[in-house]
C-alpha cells in the first residue's frame, strides 16, 4: 500500500513494546492463569488532613503500573508526626486510615478484609533528628517529647523534619482480573515484565 504524509496540528508518540503473539500457527496453546500478588504504596499526609478522595490516592495506584485487580486483603499502617496530644494523634491517624479504607472500597463491589496500625512515628523521629540541635530529644519518651515541642513553640520551626513523618503505608494482597475486558492488558503487561527481567 502505498504511503502517505499529512500534516496534523497535534502530535501523538506512543512507547512501543513487545507484543506477545498468541495466534501464530503450530504454537502451543496459551491460557493466561489468575495470579495473586502483594503490592505496596506510601500515602503522605498534610498536617490534620484526614479526609481522603479518589483524586487523591488513584495517582498512587496508576504509579504501580499494574494490570486491573481485586483487593483481596489491606492492611495500613497510619502514622502521625510526634507533635500533638496521644489522644489528639490517635484520632488523626484512625481517620486517615478509615478514609483510604473508603476510597479504595469504591473502586470495587467485591468486600475485602482490612486490618489497620495506628502509631506516633518514633523511629523515623529519632533518626532524623540525629545530628540536629533537637539531637537530644532521641533518649525522651513520646510524652516528655511532646511536652518539649509545645513548651518550645517548636511545631514550625521542626515542621520540614515532622512533616516526612505524616504517612500511610498501604499493603494489598490483591488478585489480578482476568475477564474478557482485562485479559489482553494482563497478558501484554506480564509479557513485557518478563522480557525486561529476560526471563524467557
Known amino acids: ?80 508526626s510526634i507533635e500533638g496530644t496521644d489522644q489528639a494523634n490517635k484520632e488523626l491517624q484512625k481517620k486517615r486510615a478509615e478514609s483510604i479504607i473508603d476510597v479504595l472500597r469504591q473502586r470495587q463491589k467485591a468486600k475485602f478484609i482490612t486490618n489497620i496500625v ?3 512515628n518514633l523511629e523515623d523521629f529519632k533518626r532524623d533528628i540525629a545530628g540536629t540541635e533537637w539531637a537530644n530529644l532521641a533518649t525522651m519518651d513520646v510524652k516528655t517529647i511532646q511536652d518539649y515541642i509545645t513548651r518550645n513553640n517548636l511545631e514550625k520551626k521542626m515542621e520540614p523534619i515532622l512533616q516526612k513523618h505524616r504517612y500511610a503505608r498501604v499493603k494489598m494482597d490483591i488478585t489480578y482480573k482476568l475477564d474478557k475486558d482485562n485479559e489482553e492488558k494482563y497478558v501484554l503487561n506480564r509479557f513485557n515484565k518478563c522480557i525486561k527481567e529476560n526471563n524467557l
Open 1 to 80: 500500500t502505498p504511503s502517505f504524509e499529512d500534516e496534523a496540528a497535534v502530535e501523538f508518540t506512543k512507547e512501543i513494546e513487545l507484543l506477545a503473539d498468541t495466534i501464530s500457527f503450530n504454537a502451543p496453546d496459551y491460557t493466561p492463569i489468575v495470579e495473586k500478588a502483594h503490592l505496596e504504596f506510601t500515602i503522605p499526609f498534610e498536617r490534620n488532613k484526614f479526609d481522603y478522595k479518589p483524586e487523591d490516592i488513584e495517582p498512587l495506584i496508576n504509579k504501580l503500573n499494574e494490570p486491573d485487580f481485586v483487593i483481596n486483603k489491606l492492611n495500613i499502617e497510619a502514622y502521625s
Open 118 to 120: 495506628t502509631a506516633d
